[in-house]
Protein backbone atom coordinates (compact mmCIF):
# COMPACT_ATOMS: atom_id res chain seq x y z
CA UNK A 1 0.00 0.00 0.00
CA UNK A 2 1.35 3.50 -1.28
CA UNK A 3 0.38 6.61 1.73
CA UNK A 4 1.52 9.77 1.58
CA UNK A 5 -0.63 12.12 3.74
CA UNK A 6 -1.29 15.15 5.88
CA UNK A 7 0.51 15.55 8.28
CA UNK A 8 2.59 13.42 5.59
CA UNK A 9 2.39 9.94 6.15
CA UNK A 10 -0.78 9.53 8.25
CA UNK A 11 -3.64 8.33 5.74
CA UNK A 12 -6.98 10.42 6.36
CA UNK A 13 -10.57 8.66 6.14
CA UNK A 14 -13.28 10.40 3.87
CA UNK A 15 -15.61 12.70 4.92
CA UNK A 16 -18.62 14.75 3.32
CA UNK A 17 -18.89 18.58 3.04
CA UNK A 18 -21.12 20.58 4.45
CA UNK A 19 -21.27 23.97 3.37
CA UNK A 20 -20.93 26.79 6.17
CA UNK A 21 -18.96 24.63 8.44
CA UNK A 22 -16.46 26.45 11.02
CA UNK A 23 -12.65 25.77 10.05
CA UNK A 24 -12.02 23.34 13.47
CA UNK A 25 -15.09 21.61 11.83
CA UNK A 26 -12.93 21.09 8.15
CA UNK A 27 -9.73 20.54 10.27
CA UNK A 28 -11.42 17.99 12.48
CA UNK A 29 -10.24 15.27 9.99
CA UNK A 30 -6.66 16.22 9.73
CA UNK A 31 -6.55 16.46 13.64
CA UNK A 32 -8.36 13.19 13.82
CA UNK A 33 -6.05 11.49 11.49
CA UNK A 34 -3.09 12.65 13.40
CA UNK A 35 -4.93 11.36 16.75
CA UNK A 36 -5.30 7.45 15.18
CA UNK A 37 -1.79 7.03 13.47
CA UNK A 38 -0.11 4.12 13.15
CA UNK A 39 2.24 4.13 10.24
CA UNK A 40 5.40 2.90 8.55
CA UNK A 41 6.25 3.47 5.16
CA UNK A 42 9.68 3.14 3.00
CA UNK A 43 10.47 5.29 -0.08
CA UNK A 44 12.56 8.02 -1.37
CA UNK A 45 13.47 12.06 -1.29
CA UNK A 46 14.51 12.80 -4.82
CA UNK A 47 16.39 16.01 -5.31
CA UNK A 48 15.61 17.50 -8.82
CA UNK A 49 18.42 19.91 -9.78
CA UNK A 50 17.36 22.82 -12.10
CA UNK A 51 19.31 21.46 -14.84
CA UNK A 52 17.45 17.92 -14.39
CA UNK A 53 19.98 16.06 -12.17
CA UNK A 54 18.13 13.65 -9.68
CA UNK A 55 19.57 12.42 -6.40
CA UNK A 56 17.80 9.60 -4.77
CA UNK A 57 17.68 9.12 -1.11
CA UNK A 58 16.79 6.36 0.60
CA UNK A 59 14.00 6.89 3.71
CA UNK A 60 12.36 5.38 6.09
CA UNK A 61 9.46 6.41 8.06
CA UNK A 62 7.43 5.56 11.56
CA UNK A 63 4.66 7.25 13.24
CA UNK A 64 2.47 6.87 16.07
CA UNK A 65 0.36 8.34 18.39
CA UNK A 66 0.82 8.25 21.86
CA UNK A 67 -1.35 10.02 24.54
CA UNK A 68 -1.04 13.68 24.11
CA UNK A 69 2.07 12.97 21.40
CA UNK A 70 2.19 11.91 17.45
CA UNK A 71 6.14 11.04 17.55
CA UNK A 72 7.38 10.56 14.20
CA UNK A 73 11.23 8.69 13.49
CA UNK A 74 12.58 9.84 9.66
CA UNK A 75 15.74 7.69 8.56
CA UNK A 76 17.43 8.78 5.71
CA UNK A 77 20.22 6.65 4.44
CA UNK A 78 23.24 7.40 1.90
CA UNK A 79 22.43 7.93 -1.83
CA UNK A 80 24.47 7.15 -4.66
CA UNK A 81 28.31 6.65 -4.08
CA UNK A 82 28.93 9.22 -5.96
CA UNK A 83 27.00 11.89 -3.78
CA UNK A 84 27.54 9.72 -0.40
CA UNK A 85 30.91 11.50 -0.02
CA UNK A 86 28.62 15.20 0.69
CA UNK A 87 25.91 13.57 2.44
CA UNK A 88 25.62 11.64 5.82
CA UNK A 89 22.98 9.55 7.37
CA UNK A 90 20.25 11.25 9.53
CA UNK A 91 17.62 10.68 11.82
CA UNK A 92 15.29 12.57 12.96
CA UNK A 93 13.01 12.09 15.47
CA UNK A 94 9.46 14.72 15.37
CA UNK A 95 7.33 15.69 18.15
CA UNK A 96 4.26 16.88 17.71
CA UNK A 97 1.59 18.00 20.83
CA UNK A 98 -1.91 20.04 19.88
CA UNK A 99 -1.55 21.55 23.66
CA UNK A 100 1.97 22.71 22.04
CA UNK A 101 5.80 21.98 22.87
CA UNK A 102 6.76 20.29 19.24
CA UNK A 103 10.10 18.98 19.06
CA UNK A 104 12.79 18.14 16.57
CA UNK A 105 15.46 16.12 17.68
CA UNK A 106 18.63 14.99 15.21
CA UNK A 107 21.01 11.95 15.13
CA UNK A 108 23.63 11.04 12.87
CA UNK A 109 26.13 8.70 12.77
CA UNK A 110 28.82 8.65 15.85
CA UNK A 111 26.66 10.61 17.92
CA UNK A 112 26.11 9.06 21.24
CA UNK A 113 22.86 11.25 22.05
CA UNK A 114 20.59 13.16 19.63
CA UNK A 115 20.37 16.96 20.09
CA UNK A 116 17.36 19.59 19.92
CA UNK A 117 17.38 21.17 16.57
CA UNK A 118 16.52 24.33 17.43
CA UNK A 119 13.31 25.92 16.13
CA UNK A 120 15.28 28.71 13.83
CA UNK A 121 16.78 25.84 12.30
CA UNK A 122 13.17 24.40 11.19
CA UNK A 123 13.44 25.21 8.19
CA UNK A 124 16.32 23.59 6.99
CA UNK A 125 16.12 20.87 4.17
CA UNK A 126 16.28 17.68 5.22
CA UNK A 127 19.42 16.02 3.61
CA UNK A 128 19.86 19.34 1.25
CA UNK A 129 16.63 18.59 -0.03
CA UNK A 130 13.33 20.98 -0.74
CA UNK A 131 11.50 19.38 2.04
CA UNK A 132 12.36 20.83 5.27
CA UNK A 133 12.16 19.09 9.05
CA UNK A 134 9.34 20.77 10.04
CA UNK A 135 7.55 19.89 6.89
CA UNK A 136 7.55 15.72 8.38
CA UNK A 137 5.75 17.13 11.30
CA UNK A 138 3.11 19.36 9.88
CA UNK A 139 1.93 20.78 13.04
CA UNK A 140 -0.60 23.84 11.29
CA UNK A 141 -3.96 22.56 11.73
CA UNK A 142 -3.29 22.80 15.58
CA UNK A 143 -2.42 26.14 15.54
CA UNK A 144 -4.23 28.72 16.86
CA UNK A 145 -5.17 31.02 13.69
CA UNK A 146 -7.14 29.29 11.34
CA UNK A 147 -9.53 30.36 8.61
CA UNK A 148 -11.50 29.41 5.73
CA UNK A 149 -11.05 32.02 3.29
CA UNK A 150 -12.89 30.90 0.19
CA UNK A 151 -14.55 27.67 -1.32
CA UNK A 152 -12.81 27.41 -4.39
CA UNK A 153 -11.44 24.78 -7.25
CA UNK A 154 -8.14 23.19 -7.91
CA UNK A 155 -7.78 21.47 -10.85
CA UNK A 156 -10.97 19.40 -11.74
CA UNK A 157 -11.34 19.46 -7.18
CA UNK A 158 -13.64 21.67 -5.13
CA UNK A 159 -11.61 22.69 -2.50
CA UNK A 160 -11.42 24.41 1.07
CA UNK A 161 -8.67 27.02 1.34
CA UNK A 162 -7.67 26.68 5.11
CA UNK A 163 -5.43 29.57 6.12
CA UNK A 164 -3.31 28.57 9.23
CA UNK A 165 -1.02 31.33 10.85
CA UNK A 166 1.06 30.23 14.31
CA UNK A 167 0.28 32.23 17.59
CA UNK A 168 2.36 33.70 20.08
CA UNK A 169 3.14 30.13 21.83
CA UNK A 170 3.02 28.22 18.50
CA UNK A 171 7.04 27.24 17.71
CA UNK A 172 7.39 27.30 13.71
CA UNK A 173 9.95 28.36 10.79
CA UNK A 174 6.40 29.28 9.03
CA UNK A 175 4.49 32.73 9.26
CA UNK A 176 1.76 31.23 7.42
CA UNK A 177 0.09 27.87 5.73
CA UNK A 178 -2.38 27.82 3.31
CA UNK A 179 -4.72 24.25 2.45
CA UNK A 180 -6.51 23.47 -0.51
CA UNK A 181 -8.76 20.95 1.29
CA UNK A 182 -10.73 18.54 -0.99
CA UNK A 183 -14.24 19.53 0.31
CA UNK A 184 -15.41 16.02 -0.61
CA UNK A 185 -12.62 13.88 0.72
CA UNK A 186 -10.65 16.34 3.47
CA UNK A 187 -7.81 15.32 2.10
CA UNK A 188 -5.41 18.42 0.64
CA UNK A 189 -3.98 18.41 -2.93
CA UNK A 190 -1.99 21.17 -2.81
CA UNK A 191 -0.43 23.90 -0.15
CA UNK A 192 1.71 26.45 -0.33
CA UNK A 193 3.71 27.66 2.93
CA UNK A 194 5.56 31.12 3.77
CA UNK A 195 8.81 31.16 4.92
CA UNK A 196 9.27 33.60 8.38
CA UNK A 197 12.80 34.69 7.36
CA UNK A 198 12.47 35.26 4.07
CA UNK A 199 8.69 34.89 2.83
CA UNK A 200 9.57 32.31 0.23
CA UNK A 201 7.13 30.40 -0.56
CA UNK A 202 7.17 26.52 -0.78
CA UNK A 203 4.45 24.82 -2.95
CA UNK A 204 3.60 20.96 -2.45
CA UNK A 205 1.11 19.44 -4.80
CA UNK A 206 -0.32 16.06 -3.96
CA UNK A 207 -0.13 13.21 -6.67
CA UNK A 208 -1.68 10.04 -7.04
CA UNK A 209 -4.94 10.44 -4.97
CA UNK A 210 -6.62 7.27 -4.53
CA UNK A 211 -9.31 5.86 -2.16
CA UNK A 212 -8.44 1.55 -0.90
CA UNK A 213 -9.80 0.20 2.14
CA UNK A 214 -12.05 3.21 3.75
CA UNK A 215 -8.18 5.70 3.30
CA UNK A 216 -7.77 8.37 0.79
CA UNK A 217 -4.14 8.68 0.18
CA UNK A 218 -1.57 9.87 -2.25
CA UNK A 219 2.09 8.32 -3.10
CA UNK A 220 4.10 11.53 -4.07
CA UNK A 221 4.32 14.77 -3.03
CA UNK A 222 6.39 17.38 -4.83
CA UNK A 223 7.80 20.08 -3.04
CA UNK A 224 9.35 23.38 -5.36
CA UNK A 225 9.70 27.03 -4.38
CA UNK A 226 7.63 29.83 -5.90
CA UNK A 227 9.26 31.55 -8.56
CA UNK A 228 12.59 29.11 -8.51
CA UNK A 229 13.52 25.94 -10.87
CA UNK A 230 14.05 22.66 -9.59
CA UNK A 231 12.03 20.43 -7.04
CA UNK A 232 11.89 17.56 -4.59
CA UNK A 233 9.71 14.71 -4.52
CA UNK A 234 8.37 12.50 -1.79
CA UNK A 235 7.61 9.40 -3.30
CA UNK A 236 6.48 6.35 -0.57
CA UNK A 237 6.92 3.03 -2.70
CA UNK A 238 4.77 0.81 -0.09
CA UNK A 239 3.80 1.54 3.92
CA UNK A 240 1.08 -0.22 5.84
CA UNK A 241 -1.41 1.98 8.03
CA UNK A 242 -1.73 -0.18 10.68
CA UNK A 243 1.96 -0.86 12.12
CA UNK A 244 1.07 -1.68 15.84
CA UNK A 245 4.18 0.52 16.66
CA UNK A 246 4.91 1.28 20.27
CA UNK A 247 7.12 3.25 22.52
CA UNK A 248 10.52 1.21 22.15
CA UNK A 249 10.19 1.81 17.93
CA UNK A 250 11.33 5.61 19.08
CA UNK A 251 13.99 4.75 21.82
CA UNK A 252 16.86 6.85 22.18
CA UNK A 253 18.95 3.87 21.69
CA UNK A 254 17.48 3.56 17.83
CA UNK A 255 17.73 7.11 17.05
CA UNK A 256 21.54 6.30 17.18
CA UNK A 257 21.94 3.16 15.87
CA UNK A 258 23.22 3.30 12.30
CA UNK A 259 23.76 0.42 9.92
Known amino acids: MRIAYAPLLVPILAATFAAGQSPNSILNIPRQAVQKADFRATGHLIRVEPGGARTSYPVKLIGHWFPGVLRVLLEVSQPSAAAAAHTAPVHVLLELRPSGEPAIKVARPGDAAASTLPVDRWSEGVAGTGFTYEDFLEQQYFWSGQSVTEHIKYGARDCDLVKSTPGPADRSGYSEVRT ?31 HEGGVWSANQIEEKNHGQTGSTLLIIDRGSPKANLGLADFSPEKLTRFP
Open 180 to 210: WLDSTIGFPVYVEKTMKKTSLVREYTYFGLR
